[in-house]
């Protein structure tokens, strides 16, 4: 395949071009709407204590789990006014950054 | 004509041109829940210190049916007044004529303002609202946005430079807002990127709002382009007229001193720092116990929360005030917060603003999209500014110091010129846990019950090494002090630091890790 046949092509304000890609961009994910209905871990650690166990009401900002990591008890808000729907959790489970933790309704 | 007749001739053409684009564009503009130009200069500035320049600028294009259309003032307006009678240089784009466009013209009223700025030594406000590009104008409008940005770089450092973004600010109009040293958006009103939610879906195919790519709110929380974040115009007058208060006119000066205040009495530190040193607390508390009145001007609240930047009094006089705040990310150094705390270090270091560190870090934020994201080169722009800076540097050591972490949270090391450190201070090459696992990992191994003597470990570094005195011994903490003592501690070192002198070796410039 000649150099030319393997370019890919990008189409930006001013036209469309033959070029090759990066590995980053052709990595990139699509913006996606954050869900406040999901509580995720902002940091890797472990489940200190379930603050709110399912069927709990919650407000926005209300912490529903402490995490442990970086030495610190990492308070885990929710970012809206509900009821905890289910803990995908369990006290003392290694969690990694940006799994799910709570989901509230 | 007579005396007479010229006069009321001249208030007749004025007339004609402060219309901007007449009723109908300014209805428009309301509509949509704008402010108009010359209302947010009158807003901005005292009462009727207004004082306008270049009114009767025309642009000179002729193609495309350019040459028969008048545009008002070219677009924007310039001039300079006061803000609590401090003078500033203006200019706001006024959207009703011609959609704010940029032309030749319009740019040259710009840097003119700038350059009389820059000249006399006054900060310059900038309110942009603009479609962009005057396209009849073509590359002349490319050379105006070039003349600018050159303008804003040889300003900085000199004059400070604040832009508002009241508006659309799209394409390379954006670059002037991220040359300078604030930005201030509005909520619903501000709208900033490079490229506009169509372009983004035929490139990517994705599908987003305007909102949701450049508003005001992507811009303070996620992208960090801007500093402040308002729900109203007036609100965002009153932030900057605040910023203003806290800084000096230009890099010749110093802030302007006002009277010594004492905290309020509501901030008692002993009532803020909790037992359990793992529990967070709100590092702005501590904040507003140290300093006068307990007021402190947060910049950048919303962007990388796990670090705090602002302005405060102490005994009367600015100071820049930068944390780790432990109720985010367990106050973790990451790219955002690094490059956050970089940023205002400089900008104090360039405009004489001493600068006070309060440390509770426990290090920086593991993970892929850190490493992979360049966490490396952006934690280096920390450890720069803070070596850089020839301000006054007064460092308190509240908890954590660990690591790289406490290096880069201007130790002695990158030349503090006094630290402090309470004696609930714990400064160690990292934290307990971690150390115990390497240092005793066969004793630990070896144990009958391996995770009894782990436990033993720890406790016994922890005993040992997790506190102030270990680095007080090697002189890396000047005092250790209590806590009711800090605001004296800190009062004193700052007005012994404040004809300091430190020399520079004779270079072009540095080459921070941008």
New interface residues.
Partial sequence: MSEQERLSR????NGVFETNLTAKFAR?K??E?KDPRVVRA???GVVATIEAAAGTAVKKGDTVITL????????ITSSMDGTVKAVRVSKGQKVS?GQVLVEIK | MTLMGRISQFFSRKSIVTKGGGDKAIDKQKAVGKMTARERIAALLDENSFHEYDLFVEHNCKDFGMSDKELAADGVITGSGTIAGRLVCVYAQDFTVAGGSLGLMHARKITKIMDHAVKMGIPVVGINDSGGARIQEGVNSLAGYGEIFYRNTMASGVVPQISVILGPCAGGAVYSPALTDFVFVVNQISKMFITGPEVVKTVLGEEISMEELGGARVQVETAGNAHFFANSEPECFDQIRRLISFLPSSNRQKAPVTDPRSPRETYTIQNLIPQDSKVPFDMRDIVRAIVDDSDFFEVQELFAPNAITGFSRINGETVGIVGNQSLVLAGVLDIDASDKIARFVRFCDAFNIPLLTLVDIPGYLPGSDQEHGGVIRHGAKVLYAYSEASVPKITLILRKAYGGGYIAMCSHHLRADLVFAWPTAEIAVMGPEGAANIIFRNEIMAAKNPEEMRKLKVKEYTDKFANPYVAASSGYVDAVIAPEETRAYIGHALKLARDKEEMRPARKHGIPPF
């Fill in positions: 990008i189409s930006l304000e990139r699509p913006y709407r902002v940091i890797p442990e990591a970086m030495k610190m008890l990492n308070r950054k």
